[in-house]
């Protein structure tokens, strides 16, 4: 069922560090970054990375144990140290195939509920599951400090995944015809900075996808709250954190990979 072990050594993607001094002396030591499927023995670092979000948080649970069982699209950046570490993830599950799931439901609901009206229609469509070519739900998370260009690896590996995927996974046309995914959904914690207002997201890369997508909206800390987030204890806007749904379609989605390269390798 492992999609990667067809070609596991063009899979085995390393990332390495190199030691050098800092200024001061400290030695930076070297880490090489692996990156994997998702696995059972990655669960417990998945589930405590959802803890953080806003809108993950209720569902971490059932959201992990989803995304292991999605074994064609997603990918984990640990190490081979046995520690089972999880440093990034991403991952796209299809909003029709997980329909049953209370998490898939429940995130839905919060979209729909807090959607104004100009894309009211459009958010129904897209989570509706009768569009031509199916929406995913884009679940990816990270170490604040993690290299940007391990950062971007992470999410090549899921456009990889997605285009592996669409041609051999293993479930026959239906499932292949499942990860063919027209649309994007990205629930990007954020916050509004106290002077000018404007949106600080907490990971740059969902502001470049913001910046492709169809249209963005903002969910306030009062809704999160109801909905059961992490930081539910704070219902001020001026500081609690927000979620900014972002929508993209494939095309918008494949835009914002080449922004991303470009701001990384210039």
């Known amino acids: 069922s492992n999609k990667k072990t067809a070609t ?10 190199k030691k050098k001094k800092e200024g001061d002396g400290t030695e930076i030591i070297p880490v090489d970054f692996t ?29 992990s144990d989803i995304m292991i069982e999605n074994i064609s699209v997603g990918t984990v950046v640990s190490t081979d140290d046995g520690e089972h570490n999880v ?13 049953d799931q209370s998490s898939m439901q429940k995130l839905k609901q919060l979209c729909l ?19 031509k070519r199916p929406a ?8 604040v400090n993690l290299p940007l260009e391990i950062t971007f690896v992470l999410h090549q590996q899921l456009v990889k995944d997605i285009d ?10 239906a499932e292949r015809k499942s990860l063919d995914f027209g649309a994007f959904v990205v629930l990007a914690p954020c916050t509004r900075d106290a002077t000018t207002h404007s949106i600080v997201y907490k990971h740059f890369d969902d502001e470049i996808f ?3 997508a169809e249209f963005v909206y903002t969910i306030s800390s009062a809704e999160l709250k109801k909905a059961g987030g992490p930081n539910s204890g ?9 979620m900014n749904v972002i929508v993209m379609t494939k095309t918008g989605h494949r835009a914002a990979m080449k922004d991303l390269q470009n701001m990384i390798h210039g």
């Open 8 to 17: 596991s050594n063009a899979q085995k993607k390393q990332a390495k560090k």
């Open 35 to 63: 990156f994997h499927d998702f696995d059972e023995k990655f669960f417990h670092a998945i589930k405590n990375h959802l803890l953080s979000h806003p809108a993950y948080a209720p569902h971490s649970s059932d959201l």
């Open 87 to 99: 440093f990034g993830f991403a991952s796209v599950l299809n909003v029709t195939t997980y329909q």
């Open 113 to 131: 509920k807090s959607c104004p009206g100009e894309h009211q229609a459009a958010m129904e469509t897209v989570l509706s599951g009768k569009t």
């Open 136 to 143: 995913g739900m884009f679940i990816h998370g990270r170490m």
């Open 164 to 173: 592996w995927a669409v041609k051999h996974a293993s479930g026959g046309e």
């Open 210 to 212: 913001a910046n492709s």
């Open 234 to 242: 704070d219902a001020d806007d001026k500081n609690g954190e927000l």
